[in-house]
């Protein structure tokens, strides 16, 4: 499995996902691994009805992300990854996924988060797993649309104060 | 590169490229329209011809939000005698959106009136009809193996 772009999008599949992210990084297929999802019949239904008819979506939950990324018959599939939280980034690295660089694209802001962009909120446990990617050399960018800005994480949380 | 106008009665076309940068992003060579009560056919002619100060040698795509209203019927006169114009009716959301991707990747007016056309109507469903038609998804039997489902 090629992982042409792994964003972390706390609405998984979506309009700007569907249509521009699949686009501009030429991925054949979307998985979004997410546990809770994958285990709701109807919303993994529903994100399946929103994902574009031209690419092979896929919901599913982080365990068998991971096993399908080593099974070897997927060996040349293009992949756009979508997950909801940086913990399940440092999850799927810990089962073996390969992880050079994440985009950062939407985290909704939910009590006790600290907003830091538009689009991004972070927790204080998504903090430490930013912390955890940076220090096993993950490249973090923040960027909500492909032609939109794009901007190093890491800095932006330090600039916030929350590292 | 196409310019991209939107026409409407009323502020309909300012909010939606308001609109559509929450989905596309940023926008070049797009501008809006909009005809207000009061205003006649001569008002939108002027504001056509303010707005094709800008056009380059690759056109400008009219998208309008009703055949037949003033702003159509000012854009066709305003269309009708002039090389490399086209006008699309009924612009909406899904419409607009594709039209911005295909012209950033490179699409000719030609090109973009079918995509407009296209989107347009494509972008119209039931939600009924279409979950009517999915298989429900069933986690006992996905979760299973290393192979994708």
Not at chain 1, 114 to 134: C, G, H, N, Q, R
């Amino acid at each position: 499995m090629i992982i042409k772009w792994l964003r972390i999008d706390s609405r998984l599949i979506h309009g700007q996902v569907a249509n521009n992210w699949v686009n501009h990084v030429g991925a054949s297929t979307i998985i979004a691994a997410n546990d809770s999802a994958a285990k709701d019949d109807l919303r993994k239904t529903l994100l399946l009805q929103v994902a574009p008819g031209r690419t092979k979506s896929y919901v599913m939950s982080i365990d068998k992300t991971a096993r399908c990324y080593k099974n070897p018959s997927y060996e040349n599939l293009d992949v756009l990854l979508v997950v909801e939280t940086p913990g399940d980034v440092v999850r799927l690295i810990d089962q073996g996924v390969e992880v050079k660089e994440v985009n950062v694209g939407g985290i909704t802001f939910k009590e006790g988060m600290t907003l830091i962009s538009e689009a991004v909120s972070v927790s204080p446990a998504d903090v430490e797993a930013f912390k955890e990617l940076d220090k096993r050399g993950v490249k973090l960018t923040l960027q909500q649309l492909p032609n939109t800005g794009a901007s190093d994480f890491m800095n932006r949380l330090k600039s916030k104060n929350l590292i | 590169m196409v310019t991209i106008v939107i026409a409407s009665h009323g502020n309909f076309s300012e909010a939606l490229i308001g609109t559509a940068k929450m989905i596309f992003g940023n926008m070049e060579n797009v501008d809006s329209v909009t005809f207000n009560p009061g205003e006649g056919a001569e008002n939108l002619l002027e504001k056509y011809m303010a707005a094709s100060n800008y056009f380059d040698d690759d056109g400008a795509l009219f998208l309008v939000d009703l055949f037949g209203g003033s702003p159509y019927n000012a854009a066709s006169r305003f269309v009708a005698r002039r090389e490399n114009m086209e006008i699309v009716t009924g612009v909406n959301l899904p419409m607009l959106v594709e039209v911005l991707g295909r012209r950033m990747a490179g699409g000719t007016l030609t090109e973009l009136v079918q995509t407009a056309k296209q989107a347009g109507a494509e972008g119209i469903k039931s939600f009924r009809e279409i979950f009517a038609r999915q298989k429900m998804a069933d986690f006992s039997k996905d979760e299973e193996g290393d192979e994708l489902g």
